[in-house]
């Protein structure tokens, strides 16, 4: 198997929802890639929105560095990694999604909902 067919069915890395906080506070960006209606009803606090079929189209933009952390979320961790795998196509090199998507994440800050 060459190289590049490796990459494209490597599993991206995911983060923990218990590292979440503690990585949007060390200056990590986290890009919510759900829908802007989704975004706005709720959101990990510090993220951004970039939908992920925008996401192309934006990146440049919104990420200037293609080497600073990037973590991605969507609603149930199947985007996320989508979007990782999109970001590191551009180029991006620190990309990760969380495990479990935004639903993990608020489980572990308020338990099962």
Do not use: W
């Amino acid at each position: 198997m060459d190289r590049q067919a490796e990459n494209e069915n490597a599993v991206p890395t995911q983060v923990s929802p218990t590292e979440i906080d503690e990585r949007v506070s060390g200056g990590t960006l986290v890009i919510d890639v759900r829908e802007p209606d989704d975004y706005a009803k709720l959101n990990v606090p510090g993220s951004v929105n970039i939908s992920l079929s925008g996401l192309a189209e934006q990146a440049a933009a919104s990420i200037a560095d293609k080497d600073a952390p990037v973590i991605c979320y969507c609603n149930g961790g199947t985007r996320g990694p989508r979007a990782v795998a999109e970001l590191e196509k551009l180029g991006y090199t620190n990309v990760s999604s969380i495990a479990g998507g935004l639903r993990a994440y608020v489980s572990f800050k308020h338990g099962p909902q």
